[in-house]
């Protein structure tokens, strides 16, 4: 039967890395994040989902980098706020695992992307509440996003890269 789900905030993240100097990754996560979800959870082929992210959100545990990324140079916040991603289609690919394919629209740029889902699992906490837990894995291109900020390295390459390995780990309760 076909429900619908709310995010647990409190208990889901969405991080992301990116190569920099070509030796390191910096990690992030963006704080606010909501989803709206309507699955069966014996069959999530059919679920809808619509996930957005609140680009003002980022945090990179550094504010000068923070507030770089929320400016024209990459998220440009001011016109452009949000991520979201909209699922067009799940194909399960294993016990508890699927592809997820869906359109992501960041930067005023719409791109198909494909993601690794992990059903992980449902429980009953302390409360009652139906709860179902959910991990999410992808990589996209931010040059594919217009997102094409970046300077040259004396030492070949590049300051940053372009693949954004996304990770997102959700919890979300039957409403």
């Known amino acids: 039967m076909t429900t619908k789900w709310i995010v647990d905030a409190s208990h889901s993240s969405v991080e992301f890395s990116v190569k920099h100097l070509m030796i390191a990754?910096?990690?992030?996560?963006?704080h606010k994040f909501d989803a709206e979800i309507e699955a069966d959870l014996n069959d999530l082929t059919s679920a809808k989902v619509v996930v957005n992210i609140d680009l003002a959100?980022?945090?990179?545990?550094?504010?000068?980098?923070?507030?770089?990324l929320r400016s024209a140079d990459f998220f440009?916040?001011?016109?452009?706020?949000?991520?979201t991603f909209v699922v067009s289609s799940i194909t399960k690919t294993g016990d508890d695992e699927y592809d997820v394919v869906g359109d992501v629209t960041l930067h005023g740029v719409t791109?198909?992307?494909?993601?690794?889902l992990t059903y992980e699992g449902s429980s009953t906490d302390p409360w009652g509440n139906e709860k179902a837990g959910f991990s999410?894995?992808?990589?996209?291109?931010r040059s594919d996003y217009g997102l094409?900020?970046?300077?040259?390295?004396?030492?070949?390459?590049?300051?940053?890269g372009d693949d954004v390995k996304v990770n997102i780990e959700l919890e979300a309760q039957k409403a």
């Open 148 to 160: 094409t900020y970046n300077a040259a390295l004396e030492t070949g390459g590049v300051l940053i």
């Open 76 to 83: 440009d916040v001011e016109n452009t706020p949000s991520l």
């Open 25 to 30: 990754k910096v990690k992030g996560s963006f």
């Open 111 to 116: 791109k198909q992307e494909t993601f690794k």
């Open 136 to 141: 999410a894995t992808g990589v996209i291109k």
């Open 57 to 68: 959100s980022v945090d990179t545990r550094n504010e000068d980098r923070d507030n770089h």
